[in-house]
């Protein structure tokens, strides 16, 4: 019987299980899972606006992360290679603290598809449903740092329900709105 969450699920169909450190050190979903805030990182080594974003995005991570237990991190990142060869991947990996996809691995075009990735650098930020939260959050670490950690939170917080009474409201506000438009 298996004890997996039902996001444990969505994610892992999502993004896949099995990742791998710098060294080659194995991380699992479970893992990557327990921060509070979970990113995917496109990037490529021959890519120059990668390269000029890439100590911008080691420095919020380290940022952020610090005084952090290295098992409950605040913002764990997944590297999603755009790397053409394994050479350039092995490269572009050593320099990053985070867990990666292997190089080559069909989850990396798939993710690419499914994320409609036209340029890179882009930082999708994840709900931990396996849903998008936020198309790229690139912009908001370039600009603002480890500053922007709240509102990451925030955005990757899962959906809400409406309960019944918000729906009532938004029911009778739209339909008296709707009536005393159609009168004007």
Not at 43 to 49: A, K, R, Y
Not at 113 to 118: F, R
Request: hydrophobic letters at 35%.
């Amino acid at each position: 019987v298996s004890t997996q969450s039902t996001w444990d699920l969505k994610m892992e169909k999502f993004i896949g299980k099995d990742f791998q450190l710098n060294d080659g050190t194995p991380v699992t979903l479970e893992e990557i899972m327990e921060a509070k805030v979970v990113l995917l990182y496109f990037s490529g080594s021959w890519c120059p606006p990668c390269k000029g974003f890439k100590p911008t995005m080691k420095n919020f991570y380290k940022e952020v992360n610090k005084g952090c237990d290295p098992k409950k991190k605040n913002v764990e990142v997944v590297f999603v290679s755009c790397d053409n060869s394994e050479e350039e991947y092995d490269e572009n990996i050593a320099e990053m603290a985070w867990p990666a996809i292997p190089f080559d691995d069909p989850r990396i075009a798939d993710l690419e598809e499914d994320l409609d990735v036209e340029s890179i650098p882009i930082v999708p930020l994840l709900r931990k449903d396996g849903s998008i939260a936020f198309d790229s959050v690139r912009q908001k670490i370039q600009t603002q740092g480890a500053k922007c950690f709240e509102e990451l939170m925030k955005l990757s917080a899962p959906k809400q329900p409406h309960n019944i009474f918000q729906l009532t409201a938004l029911h009778h506000f739209t339909r008296h709105t709707f009536i005393n438009l159609c009168f004007m």
